[in-house]
């Protein structure tokens, strides 16, 4: 039974997805609609984002001081475990994770509640196709800017280890620094980018998705808002499980 | 004209099939305010939606002069929409844009106008409806009626050869549903609309029914035109009309001094 339902619902979630996949009806409409997307999805997250990246290098750089007592590791390994930490998990899976309840919440609470007062319905009405129309700008927006958000969540959460050096003294600057540039990888920040691109769409299509297929009322629109957001979060785990075989394996 | 034939519904429910419309067939002219009434759950709505092709009847045709929308494809259907209008129950309008940018957009997705030809056109519109003054509020600064003019302003936007209104009184005043019925039908005559509002108030009725089809558990109960409605021998039609006090006592004035409230 729970295995038809959800195979039931892959199936409406890909139909969806092609539906999604139709060329826009204006373009200039579109990339409107697509730079509004990118500003209100990405943009407008950027306070959350550095507030919890700062915090998270600072913790990092403090926990990993307090479980590496070992004298044969050397002093230089606080800033690179915090770096590889940052790089490998928290810029793009942890940050997505984060993401993807305000992002999440916001799209399917948007779109379903357009739903269910009957916007959705007005724009079948006029011929248009409203999954593209809706989605497509916010899934395409959300890819977009998503790169630029792990940059940043990269560098803040460097800086904020940096930060609690300075200002405890728990590790010198000058270890700190050099550990955080000791056997650097670049392919670690590469393939940091293409998760956070995967996760980006998930985030956004499962949240449009949720939206549009809301039936009901504001207790239902509730209740898609948080069903978006749980299924994100298990997709995006899924997905980091998926890709760090595939990619660093 | 829209010609509805034996149009069939059923939707699943709790593993059955539940039929809400049992093949109903009826016509729609242009120029006049075609109501469809009944009782709430009689179908109203859903036949609605098979007209417009948001359901897709299990049975039946709809033919829009002759245009077949139940075997039109994805192309052809979006073509056909650009000629219809709906006024919906809630008014549907665009809550991020404002009431210029509402009656605006469908003729910034298929008119080719210039961006001053669509201000002007849509600035028609807004005074056509009456609300020169509330180009730049949004939906959620005005008032129900204001609302549903608004949208009405969208639906003719794009001289819709097809109109539509679900429960367009829903949620209105008296008078302000008068305002609204007036203009409904003001716009039917001046622009030669097929107009099919979707209603259960009895004041519509006598006030624009120019073409009455009433829905009964599904079926096709009764057609004819406000004038006839009160001498009807049909119970179902009887006990719709006559379920208020007031048409109880207009209907015993009717007897007694042969008055029709609807002329």
């Known amino acids: 039974m729970l295995i038809t339902k959800s195979l039931d619902s892959f199936g409406r979630y890909c139909r969806f997805l092609w539906q999604c996949a139709a060329v826009p009806e204006k373009w200039r409409e579109f990339f409107k609609r697509y730079t509004d997307e990118i500003y209100k999805l990405g943009i407008d997250s950027i306070p959350l984002i550095l507030i919890v990246s700062l915090f998270i290098g600072s913790l990092c750089t ?35 994770l984060i993401l993807s309840g305000k992002i999440g919440s916001n799209i399917a609470s948007e779109i379903g509640t357009m739903r269910v007062t009957e916007q959705i319905d007005a724009l079948d009405i006029m011929g248009i196709n409203s999954a593209s129309f809706l989605a ?17 969540c990269m560098a803040t959460s460097l800086f ?51 939206g549009y297929t809301v039936q009901g009322g504001s207790v239902e629109v509730g209740k898609a808002s948080t069903d978006s957001v749980v299924m994100s979060n298990i997709m995006i785990l899924v997905w980091d499980v998926i890709l760090t075989k595939l990619l660093l394996m | 004209m829209i010609e509805v034939q034996n149009i069939k519904k059923s939707f699943e429910e709790d593993g059955h099939r539940r039929e809400v419309l049992h093949g109903i067939s009826a016509t729609f002219y242009d120029g006049k305010t075609n109501l469809i009434i009944g009782q709430s759950g009689s179908g109203k709505t859903v036949l609605v939606k098979n007209i417009v092709g948001l359901f897709k009847p299990d049975e039946g045709h709809v033919l829009y002069d002759g245009r077949d929308i139940t075997v039109m494809d994805t192309r052809q259907l979006k073509e056909l929409r650009k000629e219809i209008g709906m006024l919906f129950q809630g008014s549907a309008l665009f809550d991020s844009e404002t009431v210029l940018g509402n009656v605006m957009f469908p003729l910034m997705m298929f008119s080719g106008m210039s961006d001053e030809e669509q201000r002007e056109r849509a600035q028609f519109c ?38 539509f209104c679900d429960e367009p009184n829903s949620g209105l005043d008296p008078k302000t549903s008068i305002v609204i019925d007036e203009l409904l039908s003001d716009i039917t005559h001046e622009y030669g609309i097929t107009t099919i509002i979707n209603t259960h108030d009895m004041n519509s009725v006598m006030g624009i029914g120019e073409n009455i089809v009433f829905v009964n558990k599904g079926h096709l109960g009764w057609v004819g035109t406000k004038d006839e409605i009160y001498d009807v021998d049909n119970d179902d039609l009887n006990n719709f009309v006559y379920a208020t006090d007031l048409f109880r006592d207009v209907r015993k004035y009717r007897l007694v001094h042969g008055y029709n409230p609807g002329k």
Request: charged content about 15%; proline content about 4%.
């Open chain 1, 62 to 96: 403090i926990l990993i001081k307090l479980n590496i007592n070992n004298p044969l590791l050397p002093r230089y390994a606080v800033g690179l475990s915090t770096r590889e930490i940052i790089l490998l998990e928290f810029s793009s899976s942890i940050l997505c």
């Open chain 1, 136 to 152: 497509l700008p916010k899934i395409l927006g959300l890819i977009t800017i998503m790169p630029f958000i792990v940059i940043i």
């Open chain 1, 160 to 210: 904020g280890g940096y930060l609690i050096c300075v200002l405890t003294g728990i590790v010198t600057v000058d270890t700190y620094i050099y550990g955080i540039q000791t056997a650097f990888i670049e392919w670690y920040v590469w393939f940091a980018l293409i998760k956070s691109l995967v996760f980006a769409f998930l985030i956004a299509s499962i949240a449009s998705y949720y």
């Open chain 2, 126 to 163: 807004i005074d056509r409806v009456n609300l020169t003054g509330s180009e730049a509020k949004y939906p959620s600064e005005l008032s129900g009626g204001m609302q549903k003019r608004a949208a009405i302003a969208r639906a003719i936007a794009l001289n819709p050869k097809y109109l």
